[in-house]
């Protein structure tokens, strides 16, 4: 009997290697590296990199972070996903949702346990940071515990955090905050899809049981950004068939089915939950987010970047530099010197290559094929690096690290695949203790390199003086500002949003403040005005702020005042609509005409007036300039206005008024020498549409409107 059991004992690590080199996993019951104590050394390093990740992010839980930019217009969502009532994921540049707000129902039921409820957090975005920490940790020692599945090795487990703690480092000096820590969307989802692509590589070799975390992380990446959906089809697909291949064909889909009825059933249940939203927007909107997304990707069929651009950009990320929409418009990226200028750049290569060469020393030695989990594992990095690279070759102009920032995690998997590699190939491990107490102390490595691990979202003073100064009890108000200043105010409007105390926009602004918080009617509003060129605020105006940047006005909004305020000031830019700002509906409703020229689009010549079919083509993300000149009556009399507006589908943007000395030469008038303006349209205002910009000014002294009698039409691509 002892034999026998000496016998048992010898043959277990062969079928364990056996199980391994045919892709699967070594059952629980086998020695001496079996999975459950894996999980244990996983789980063991989750826990104390958690632990001390919240120490040294530990005034989460005491000094209030106040949202600010896209945190706060991100927040507005959040909490709406609080009352169930989200059905859009953040807002795009190119003035689209992404398709879902999957994340934001992870941040809302974190707000709702961490702040609401036991008040372990101090504001509302203490409680997002804490969440997505949570959340990025559990993705990360999840792929972690399904690698280490696939390698024998007990040392595997502490040397995939020894590298995940550098890698962590090297893009948190490049991007500080980033990984891990930051609630910015773009930079929310790189864990999730490394977690994605290694549950992929798991279900492909068999583990179906692992198919549900395989669509709650694909489902939740495709809710997150709208590309995602080009990476995880295919490496869905991919999965899918292999595993029919391997274990499916064999049996019949009848009886595969019924053998991993939970597993699908699961699935479908996510399927189904992650489509809610998507399907009552649109049942519900006309038009909705789906069609707004569709009509974006029809305007850019095309190719918009090089191929070698696009592969400069794809290197950008290798070489790790923050801002390749800078670097990449050189002729010579050099994008190797820039990664050399940086010591842990240069370290981090020299790391990845050693691992290089010693993968491929020990199997050009061995000469053993590949385990086939890793080999699966080498398909999905190829297929993404692919991938990113035809979307590389789509991406609208310019080409930000935000757009790939997701692709850093693609090094992670490679990095830790080639440790599982090595380790197996050479055959080194280490006794059970040894391995629990390298998870245990390799994280207290954190606190000699805090620039890589701590939280760089600590607010906006502007905004937290803006807050500050807002008085209790106001009643509902309605938010007049210049359009560069949104990211400002809008951080006033998620703190009011959190109190509960209402607020509304003009139209143009349901877009990034929320359709909810849109002004149906003027009556009975105070009007919150944020202006960088203040004009006169008289009783029962009140300055609630004035800095080096801002003035922060609180008055009565009533139509006498509204006018004045809007037509009054010559030096307040702020956007709006034609029916807020003026009362009317349509510039054809002013009588009085203007003399002038539309002269030039972005430095470019307009020879004559066009119309909808030759409409200019303008690039949407950058937007655009209008130069020209206007002035009231015949050239000989005309006048100056003292205010011009750029309206485009009922939308005011304000001119700036320019000196025309060549129109005075011209046409013998010295009055016409402010005839000038300049106005810019940015991505708020165009839409991947043609468009119709029409213009209108305003004279003082007369309190009268004009309008130019001719259209510029605009297509924004």
């Not at 079996?34 to 826990?47: G, M």
């Not at 500080?176 to 492909?204: D, E, K, R, Y």
């Not at 070759?393 to 090595?422: D, H, S």
Request: with cysteine; hydrophobic share 45%.
């Amino acid at each position: 009997m002892q034999s026998e059991n000496a016998a048992s004992k010898l043959d277990a690590p062969t079928k364990a290697t056996n199980l391994y080199r045919e892709g699967r996993p070594a059952t629980c019951n086998l020695q001496p590296d079996d999975s459950r104590s894996s999980l244990c050394y996983v789980a063991t390093a989750a826990a104390v990199f958690l632990a001390i990740l919240l120490i040294m992010n530990r005034d989460l839980f005491t000094a209030p972070i106040m949202e600010y930019w896209d945190f706060a217009a991100n927040a507005i969502q959040i909490e709406r996903a609080k009352h169930f009532r989200e059905l859009l994921g953040n807002y795009s540049r190119f003035r689209f949702h992404h398709p879902g707000p999957g994340f934001f129902y992870i941040f809302a039921l974190g707000e709702w346990l961490f702040h609401d409820l036991l008040h372990l957090v101090p504001s509302e975005m203490n409680s997002h940071i804490l969440t997505i920490i949570l959340l990025n940790t559990a993705f990360l020692f999840g792929a972690i515990a399904l690698l280490a599945k696939r390698c024998r090795s007990r040392l595997f487990p502490p040397m995939a955090l020894l590298v995940s703690l550098f890698f962590i480092y090297v893009v948190n000096r490049t991007i500080p905050g980033s990984a891990v820590l930051s609630v910015w969307m773009p930079h929310v989802i790189m864990f999730c899809f490394f977690f994605f692509v290694t549950v992929c590589a798991s279900v492909a070799m068999g583990e179906v049981s692992k198919l549900p975390l395989l669509v709650f992380s694909g489902l939740l990446l495709i809710h997150g950004h709208a590309a995602q959906l080009l990476f995880i089809a295919p490496l869905s697909i991919l999965a899918f068939a292999t595993v029919w291949w391997r274990d499916g064909k064999s049996i019949g889909l009848p009886r595969f089915l019924g053998e991993n009825r939970t597993p699908v059933a699961v699935s479908v249940g996510l399927l189904f939950v992650f489509s809610i939203p998507i399907l009552l927007d649109v049942a519900l909107h006309r038009p909705n987010n789906i069609q707004t997304l569709l009509a974006y990707t029809s305007r850019y069929k095309g190719i918009q970047n090089s191929p070698m651009l696009s592969l400069k950009y794809e290197a950008s990320f290798l070489a790790f530099v923050a801002s390749p929409e800078i670097v990449l418009q050189a002729k010579s990226a050099q994008l190797i010197s820039k990664g050399g200028s940086k010591p842990y750049v240069v370290l981090y290569w020299c790391f990845a290559w050693l691992m290089i060469g010693l993968v491929a020393g020990i199997y050009a030695k061995q000469r053993e094929p590949r385990p086939p989990f890793f080999t699966y594992i080498a398909v999905e990095i190829a297929a993404v690096l692919l991938l990113f690279y035809y979307w590389a070759l789509k991406i609208a102009p310019p080409l930000f690290n935000f757009n790939g920032y997701f692709v850093y995690c693609v090094q992670l998997l490679t990095l830790l695949a080639m440790v599982a590699l090595i380790l197996d190939g050479l055959n080194i491990t280490v006794r059970s203790g040894v391995a629990f107490a390298l998870c245990t102390l390799l994280p207290i490595s954190m606190f000699a390199a805090k620039p890589g691990f701590i939280n760089a979202e600590t607010g906006d003073a502007e905004t937290n003086r803006l807050i500050a100064s807002l008085p209790p009890n106001v009643g509902e108000v309605y938010f007049t500002f210049q359009t560069e200043d949104w990211l400002t105010i809008v951080g006033v409007a998620s703190r009011m949003k959190h109190e509960h105390r209402p607020f509304c926009v003009d139209d143009v602004w349901g877009f990034t403040f929320g359709q909810d918080n849109l002004c149906h009617s003027m009556s009975g509003l105070t009007n919150l005005v944020l202006t960088r060129s203040p004009g006169k605020c008289e009783a029962p105006c009140r300055v609630l702020l004035k800095d080096d940047q801002f003035e922060f006005q609180l008055s009565p909004y009533s139509k006498a005042a509204v006018a004045n305020r809007s037509l009054t000031s010559s030096s307040d830019s702020s956007i709006g609509t034609l029916k807020a700002h003026f009362h009317i509906s349509s510039v054809a409703e002013i009588d009085n005409l203007l003399s002038g020229h539309f002269d030039r689009v972005d430095g470019n010549q307009i020879e004559h007036l066009n119309d909808p079919k030759s409409a200019m083509r303008v690039a949407a993300p950058q937007g655009c300039i209008v130069e020209g000149w206007v002035a009231s009556g015949d050239f000989a009399t005309a006048r100056p206005m003292d205010e011009v507006y750029a309206v485009v589908d009922g939308v005011l943007v304000k001119a700036q008024i320019v000196p025309r000395p060549d129109v005075v030469e011209h046409w013998k008038n010295p009055a016409l020498n402010n005839s000038g303006y300049r106005v810019y349209l940015d991505s708020t205002v165009l839409r991947p549409e043609v468009q119709a910009v029409e213009l209108i000014g305003y004279i003082r002294e007369e309190k009268k409107l004009y309008r130019f009698p001719g259209t510029l039409y605009l297509e924004s691509r």
